[in-house]
């Protein structure tokens, strides 16, 4: 079984607008095309056409045995601010399984104290907050709020909170390596290490990295998280990357899914039930028609 623990359905391609119901559409092909069955869809720090709010999530694709939502929240600027209480009730209703924040676009320190009353809500519902950490898409981002340094300022203050340090910290890779080793309620996901598919020296530069990280920290199955960024980053090229990670076949089936089902608290009734509707739109692919549902 595989879970990406990241990605979007967000349009990043603006000469080719979509609807929300093409980027489902899409998203279900990929995972098809990459065994992948389950997946955490992120909502994004504002809502346009082309990045929607996490009640169009909901309404499009809420409740779907092959999908989960976390929100990610607007914080520094009052225009589309988060209301709290809204997003308590969607995490309290198991319409949203986590809370994303966005350090560097949204122009703030995740350390800043304005934020406690977020991590008391998923301390409260005992749901992670995932944290962008390192390079950023956008040259008008500020990449000094999202090193992973800060990571371990909150895991220290909210140690009932379960934080999940995305991207690595890309490039900061050695800290962030010392914040998951320091903190056991530190998480980190795989994603987002690269645009569209993995070129064979950049390839070989990132596996440097995480096979370092991994020696430092150790046990790598407790922590580590498979994700990819999509549709910035692309699902094939993302599990032959995966596969190449040199650790035992125990954390390799952590990294890959275990992990974030428990993370994120996702039963397995449900995700069994992904797994066959990935596998019999795989079946109606070979028999040559087109798969019916997702």
């Not at 359905?9 to 119901?21: E, F, I």
């Not at 999908?67 to 997003?87: A, C, K």
């Not at 301390?123 to 040259?139: E, R």
């Amino acid at each position: 079984m595989i879970i990406d623990c990241h990605v979007h359905l967000n349009n990043y391609d603006k000469a080719h607008p979509s609807t929300l119901r093409e980027r489902v559409d899409k998203l279900f092909n990929a995972m098809d095309e990459a065994k992948v069955d389950h997946a955490i869809v992120l909502s994004s720090y504002t809502a346009n056409a082309d990045r929607p709010h996490i009640e169009e999530l909901a309404a499009e694709v809420g409740g779907h045995p092959r999908l989960s939502l976390v929100e990610g929240i607007r914080w520094r600027y009052d225009e589309q601010r988060t209301d709290l209480f809204q997003m308590e009730e969607r995490i309290r209703d198991g319409v949203v399984k986590g809370i994303k924040l966005y350090p560097g676009y949204d122009l703030y320190a995740i350390n800043d104290p304005s934020l406690e009353s977020v991590f008391r809500i998923a301390a409260k519902y005992d749901v992670p907050v995932m944290i962008h950490t390192g390079d950023t898409y956008s040259a008008h981002a500020k990449v000094r709020y999202a090193h992973p340094l800060l990571v371990d300022d909150v895991a220290v203050d909210y140690p009932d909170v379960r934080f999940v340090a995305c991207h690595l910290g890309n490039p900061w890779f050695q800290d962030c390596a010392e914040v998951l080793y320091k903190n056991d309620n530190v998480y980190a996901d795989i994603s987002g290490l690269t645009l569209g598919d993995f070129e064979y020296e950049f390839e070989r530069y990132i596996m440097q990295r995480v096979r370092d990280m991994i020696v430092y920290m150790g046990e790598p199955g407790r922590q580590l998280m498979y994700g990819t960024d999509w549709p910035l980053a692309g699902m094939p090229s993302y599990i032959r990357f995966l596969e190449q990670i040199e650790v035992t076949p125990e954390d390799r089936e952590h990294i890959a899914w275990e992990t974030a089902a428990k993370l994120f608290r996702l039963e397995m009734p449900m995700l069994e039930e992904a797994q066959a509707m990935r596998l019999m739109r795989s079946a109606q692919r070979v028999e040559g028609a087109t798969p019916q549902g997702a």
